[in-house]
């Protein structure tokens, strides 16, 4: 849930990148904070485990506009992709405001995708939310290897919700802004319908 700081004159809101293991979750993350301006950013975060880790940064995009006088900075976070660090997940996803899962394009790792995405309805509900009614967006990355499912095969398999969904070469940045800003706005329209 965003939290409003008076003070500063801001609503804070919490977005999460999830999804399985290597699917470019921190790619993803990496790249929006490189391309961020200095002066709207904090500071890029990392809290490493032995075989992964979670990054953090919040950043102040003018472009979006204010809400009722007050600006929005946005709080990014990425989840552990093991299973074995469902506790993490968990923790991350409290107060979360809207969510971009990240799926892995190659053939290999559907099944990875299809066990992360109902571990995220699972985590989501356990605390109260509904991701049938979270603002989220789906993302399909990985999309220049010769292995990559086809986005129709994507889009049946993992999205039959029909959630805003963006074709992505993290490394590169090929989908990375347009995810982020479609999750942005779904969030904030949510905000405004609060109040």
Request: net charge positive.
């Given at each position: 849930?965003?939290?409003?700081?008076?003070?500063?004159?801001?609503?804070?809101c919490k977005i999460?990148?999830?999804?399985?293991?290597?699917?470019?979750?921190?790619?993803?993350l990496?790249?929006?904070?490189?391309?961020t301006?200095?002066d709207?950013?904090?500071?890029?975060?990392?809290?490493?485990?032995?075989?992964?880790?979670?990054?953090f940064?919040?950043?102040?995009?003018?472009?979006l506009g204010?809400?009722r006088?007050f600006k929005?900075?946005?709080h990014?976070y990425?989840v552990?992709?093991?299973?074995?660090?469902?506790?993490?997940?968990?923790?991350?996803?409290?107060?979360?405001?809207?969510?971009v899962?990240?799926?892995?394009?190659q053939?290999?790792?559907m099944?990875a995708?299809?066990?992360?995405?109902e571990?995220?309805?699972?985590n989501?509900?356990?605390?109260?939310?509904?991701?049938?009614?979270?603002?989220?967006?789906?993302?399909y990355n990985?999309?220049?290897?010769?292995n990559?499912?086809?986005?129709?095969?994507?889009?049946?398999?993992?999205n039959?919700r029909?959630?805003?969904?963006?074709?992505?070469?993290?490394?590169?940045g090929?989908?990375?802004?347009?995810?982020?800003?479609?999750?942005?706005?779904l969030?904030?329209?949510?905000?405004?319908?609060?109040?």
């Amino acid at each position: 849930m965003s939290f409003i700081n008076y003070s500063s004159r801001e609503i804070n809101c919490k977005i999460v990148y999830y999804g399985p293991g290597l699917c470019g979750k921190t790619t993803n993350l990496q790249y929006i904070y490189n391309k961020t301006a200095a002066d709207t950013k904090g500071k890029l975060i990392s809290l490493s485990t032995e075989t992964d880790r979670t990054l953090f940064f919040d950043f102040l995009p003018l472009s979006l506009g204010e809400i009722r006088g007050f600006k929005t900075r946005f709080h990014l976070y990425t989840v552990p992709g093991q299973v074995f660090y469902d506790a993490s997940r968990k923790l991350i996803l409290k107060g979360v405001d809207g969510v971009v899962f990240v799926a892995d394009s190659q053939i290999e790792r559907m099944e990875a995708n299809m066990e992360s995405f109902e571990n995220l309805r699972i985590n989501l509900a356990e605390q109260g939310y509904d991701l049938n009614k979270i603002p989220a967006v789906m993302q399909y990355n990985k999309r220049d290897l010769p292995n990559a499912v086809t986005a129709e095969e994507m889009h049946k398999t993992l999205n039959p919700r029909n959630m805003p969904e963006y074709q992505a070469v993290a490394p590169t940045g090929v989908g990375v802004f347009d995810t982020l800003k479609a999750v942005a706005k779904l969030v904030l329209t949510e905000l405004r319908k609060g109040g």
